[in-house]
């Protein structure tokens, strides 16, 4: 009985051993791979396909393997103080985020959003350092914006498809489909906020690179809203007074983003696309003064009939009754 618990806590052990040694390379490997897409030279270079193969083919193992690279790419995006390296990081993240396998995809939010009990956000880097030269310092904001945005994106609700599912908008509530219309709209607000072009940094590929994917991100946004805009274009005549006025605000938040300035010449954002939000827009705008005007109606109709009740009161002293036209009492 004694050698075969011997034996049993011996095959333990060992099996406990084999599973560190398989975790230590794991994540030695996953290190090395997020080194190599990383490095700091040449620093205006993006991660080529190759390295971002090598970050993909850890999602297609185990969930040790994606956990092992989602950590090790989230440890240099927060030990960096090199913007070109934070910048590398945040476009491996991103590239992860569109075409990384479930696995992958299903890490990251728990690795880049704030955690309540730790407190760890590698994606806060609103203070990240902006350097000494003008190159540094441009590099440095772009790296804080694309933070921004790449935290929205991972708020996104999911999408299984590549392509906008009518159905999954029709078969959600209003109130769950106007928060996703404002997730995307904050998605297309955050991207027109782009920095500016600068000559410190112009040509650098780096740079380039993210224009060409966030450029993607604006395309599949606006896909997106307008998917649920139509739906909430079918549904405007049963929407209550708040969920009408909570659309107009989405609408004219989203005209807003058209029309601020920018360097960057969007490909995206079809004269179609933008006519379909106006059309949605001014037929809201309608149902909400229709709504309001109904509102003040109700509510003047309401102080009319309160003021000409007639109330039964006893006059003191006597045992008739004093009738008034208020509800109030007058001495």
Do not use: Y
């Not at 290190?31 to 971002?52: D, E, F, K, M, N």
């Not at 102080?303 to 208020?326: E, M, N």
Request: glycine share 4%; net charge neutral.
């Amino acid at each position: 009985m004694g050698l075969k618990l011997r034996d049993l806590v011996g095959a333990l052990k060992d099996t406990a051993s084999v599973s560190k040694a398989t975790f230590l390379s794991t994540s030695a490997s996953a290190h090395l791979a997020v080194v190599r897409a990383t490095s700091h030279h040449p620093s205006s270079s993006p991660p080529s396909s190759h390295q971002l193969s090598a970050l993909l083919s850890f999602g297609r193992g185990s969930r040790l393997s994606a956990s092992s690279l989602v950590s090790a790419l989230s440890s240099r995006l927060l030990s960096t103080r090199d913007p070109a390296v934070a910048l590398k990081s945040l476009l491996s993240f991103h590239f992860l985020l569109l075409h990384g396998p479930f696995i992958l995809r299903d890490q990251l939010p728990p690795f880049l959003l704030r955690h309540p009990s730790s407190g760890r956000n590698p994606l806060a880097l609103a203070s990240f350092p902006v350097g000494n030269s003008p190159s540094s310092f441009a590099l440095a904001t772009w790296v804080r914006w694309l933070a921004r945005l790449l935290e929205l994106l991972l708020l996104l609700p999911p999408n299984p498809s590549p392509e906008p599912d009518p159905d999954h908008a029709t078969a959600l509530l209003n109130a769950d489909l106007l928060a996703e219309i404002d997730a995307f709209v904050a998605v297309i607000d955050e991207i027109r906020r782009v920095p500016d072009s600068s000559p410190a940094i112009e040509g650098n590929k780096l740079i380039w690179e993210a224009v060409r994917l966030v450029e993607e991100d604006l395309v599949t946004a606006e896909r997106e809203i307008l998917v649920r805009v139509k739906e909430m274009r079918e549904r405007i005549g049963s929407l209550g007074f708040a969920d009408s006025v909570e659309f107009v605000c989405l609408m004219r938040r989203l005209g807003e983003c058209r029309d601020r300035p920018s360097d960057w010449k969007w490909t995206a954002g079809d004269e179609g696309f933008w006519l379909e939000i106006m059309e949605a827009r001014e037929r809201i705008e309608e149902v909400v003064v229709r709504k309001e005007n109904e509102e003040r109606r109700v509510r003047r109709s309401e102080r009319t009939s309160a003021s000409a009740r007639v109330l039964d009161w006893i006059q003191p002293g006597t045992d008739k009754p004093v009738r008034f036209g208020s509800s109030r009492w007058v001495d």
